[in-house]
Nanobody, 128 residues
Framework: QVQLVESGGGLVQAGGSLRLSCAASGRTFSSYTMGWFRQAPGKEREFLGAINWSGGSTNYADSVKGRFTISRDNAKNTVYLQMNSLQPEDTAVYYC?????????????????????WGQGTQVTVSS
């Protein structure tokens, strides 16, 4: 069983930056694909990006490409989401998720059903 705990959310002005962290329990974290998603009120949970087990491969949704960066530190069992140039439309609850599926292809990593483990979410609010 893996538990994921996000932190780092908060209130930021438009154009600002935040870095979210997702700390994982369990010895097998380093073998997991990790994804980040967000959910705004009244909207479906949206894929933002993912990183493979080694950190050597990443993939991002078009909506955040060039602004968001995912990284991981397997020694610390932590994955990060660096968010720059934040805009009010980025306001949402942000979730990290872990997948035991080693296949790092779009149809897998963008699918919420691929992720067995989810954090509780952290709120990000961007003011205009």
């Amino acid at each position: 069983q893996v538990q994921l705990v996000e932190s780092g959310g908060g209130l930021v002005q438009a154009g600002g930056s935040l870095r979210l962290s997702c700390a994982a329990s369990g010895r097998t974290f380093s073998s997991y694909t990790m994804g980040w998603f967000r959910q705004a009120p009244g909207k479906e949970r949206e894929f933002l990006g993912a990183i493979n087990w080694s950190g050597g491969s990443t993939n991002y949704a078009d909506s955040v490409k060039g602004r968001f960066t995912i990284s991981r530190d397997n020694a610390k069992n932590t994955v990060y989401l660096q968010m720059n140039s934040l805009q009010p439309e980025d306001t949402a609850v942000y979730y990290c998720a872990g997948s035991t599926n080693p296949v790092f292809l779009l149809y897998v990593i963008t699918n919420r059903a691929s992720y067995a483990y989810w954090g509780q979410g952290t709120q990000v609010t961007v003011s205009s």
